[in-house]
Nanobody, 125 residues
Framework: EVQLVASGGGLVQAGGSLTLSCKAS????????IMWFRQAPGKEREGVSC?????????????WYTDSVKGRFTISSDNAKKTVYLQMKSLKPEDTAVYYC?????????????WGQGTQVTVSS
């Protein structure tokens, strides 16, 4: 059974930084992706960044970002620790949301069947 544990949220001023962690367990091969999602109050959940299990194993840097975070957020991983990180810099109030990591079949149009608990990120202006 795949399990994900997200952590690292908090309160930060605009322009500040936070790093979220998603510790994963239960994968039996590299045929999966880890996506960070976020959901702000009153808004739909959106995908933020994504990395494949193969990219994690190979540490090849391949990843996906939604346009609004490109250049500010960086997804990375530690294969030995089975942990995916989302480093967030130059945070804006509009980044305020509950952030979730999820495991799925593919970054775009994929099905995500395993979810970590949300971690709140609040960016004050």
């Amino acid at each position: 059974e795949v399990q994900l544990v997200a952590s690292g949220g908090g309160l930060v001023q605009a322009g500040g930084s936070l790093t979220l962690s998603c510790k994963a367990s239960g994968f039996t091969d590299d045929d999966y992706v880890i996506m960070w999602f976020r959901q702000a109050p009153g808004k739909e959940r959106e995908g933020v960044s994504c990395v494949s299990g193969r990219a994690i194993s190979n540490q090849d840097g391949r990843s996906w970002y939604t346009d609004s975070v490109k250049g500010r957020f960086t997804i990375s991983s530690d294969n030995a620790k089975k942990t995916v990180y989302l480093q967030m810099k130059s945070l804006k109030p509009e980044d305020t949301a509950v952030y979730y990591c999820a495991a799925g079949s593919q970054c775009t149009g994929g099905i995500f069947g395993a979810w970590g608990q949300g971690t709140q990120v609040t960016v004050s202006s």
